[in-house]
Structures are given as C-alpha cells and as structure tokens.
C-alpha cells in the first residue's frame, strides 16, 4: 500500500502561483509513476501532470495537459519522497480538488490505471 498526502491549496488570484506537495509513505519502493489530478464540479476528473517516479525506464520524465504546459511544473524531493506541482499564472479555469495518484507501473496519464489516490486539495482562482 502507498499513502499520498497533498497540501498546499487555497485561493489565489489569477495570475498567481501555488505549491501542491504530494507526500509518499508505505511501500514506495514498488511506485513507479505518480501524478496530479483534478476535478472540478460537475466535471469529470482529469490528468494534469505525472512523473516517471522509479525503475529503469528514464526515471524523472514527466508528461503535462496541454492546458498546464509552460505554467505548472512538477519536481521532486527524493529524500522526503515528495513531489510538487509549482502552478504558475493560474486561471480561474484551473479551479479545482487537486488530486495525488500513484501506480506500480509506468508513467500514464489515464486516470484508471492509478491505483493510489490522496485526498485531494482544493485550489480556487478567481478572477
């Protein structure tokens, strides 16, 4: 089992910039991706980042939305297994439960194939 604790939610303006943290525990050896969800309501949820996290296969890589790419970054902290979405000029349309998602596999962005999940945090942009 894997447990994933996100922080770092709020409100913020648009145009500004938010932290997500995604902190790892339990058997962590075993993940090989991870990656940020999120859902806003009435909206099914969807993939904004993941990060080739272990294994052999170009550990580090990432894959971006479209719709975050050149804003959000993602990076990590191996020493504390956390990983961070550094979410830059944000919208209102970024509005959202920010979700933390795992999986023993490589990286994906199909949201089924993440067997691990956070509680979400929320992040409100408002315009």
């Known amino acids: 089992q894997v447990q994933l604790v996100e922080s770092g939610g709020g409100l913020v303006q648009a145009g500004g910039s938010l932290r997500l943290s995604c902190a790892a525990s339990?058997?962590?050896?075993?993940?090989?991706?991870m990656g940020w969800f999120r859902q806003a309501p009435r909206k099914e949820r969807e993939f904004v980042a993941a990060m080739s996290w272990s294994g052999t296969w170009r550990v580090g890589s990432t894959s971006y939305a479209d719709s975050v790419k050149g804003r959000f970054t993602l990076s990590r902290d191996n020493a504390k297994n956390t990983m961070y979405l550094q979410m830059d000029s944000l919208k209102p349309e970024d509005t959202a439960v920010y979700y933390c998602?795992?999986?023993?596999?490589?990286?994906?962005?199909?949201?089924?194939?993440?067997?691990?999940w956070g509680q979400g945090t929320q992040v409100t942009v408002s315009s």
């Open positions: 339990g058997r962590t050896s075993t993940t090989y991706a």
């Open positions: 998602a795992a999986k023993r596999s490589g990286l994906s962005t199909l949201t089924d194939e993440y067997a691990y």
